[in-house]
């Protein structure tokens, strides 16, 4: 079975910095794209940031020049740098893979369980 584990989670003050990891394991042939998502209560889980397997990055114009997203292809693993963070980053983030298994054509997309980050102000 493929699971992605986060870690990383935190309490931060405003303006301080944290960064999150997130791991995939099991048997796995290629990950495509990676992203963060991040959820607060009452409303949509949105995207933060995602990176293809070339390293190409796309952002949410919320966290642009803050957040930096990068991957290690090697250890299967994708990271998200933030920084100046500010109350309203305060949510449940979640790391998001596309896994291409072995032999298969198309990726699955897998889910983490999601790591608390708390921004006081």
């Known amino acids: 079975q493929v699971q992605l584990v986060e870690s990383g989670v935190g309490l931060v003050q405003a303006g301080g910095s944290l960064r999150l990891s997130c791991a995939a394991s099991?048997?796995?042939?290629?990950?495509?794209?990676m992203c963060w998502f991040r959820q607060v209560p009452g409303k949509q889980r949105e995207l933060v940031a995602s990176?293809?397997?070339?390293?190409?990055?796309n952002y949410a114009d919320s966290v642009k020049g803050r957040f930096t997203i990068s991957r290690d292809n090697a250890k299967n693993t994708v990271y998200l740098q933030m920084n100046s963070l500010k109350p309203e980053d305060t949510a449940v983030y979640y790391c998001?893979?596309?896994?291409?298994?072995?032999?298969?054509?198309?990726?699955?997309?897998?889910w983490g369980k999601g790591t608390l980050v708390t921004v006081s102000s």
């Open positions: 998001n893979a596309e896994i291409l298994h072995i032999g298969a054509t198309f990726g699955t997309h897998y």
């Open positions: 990176i293809s397997r070339g390293g190409s990055t």
């Open positions: 099991g048997i796995i042939g290629g990950i495509n794209t």
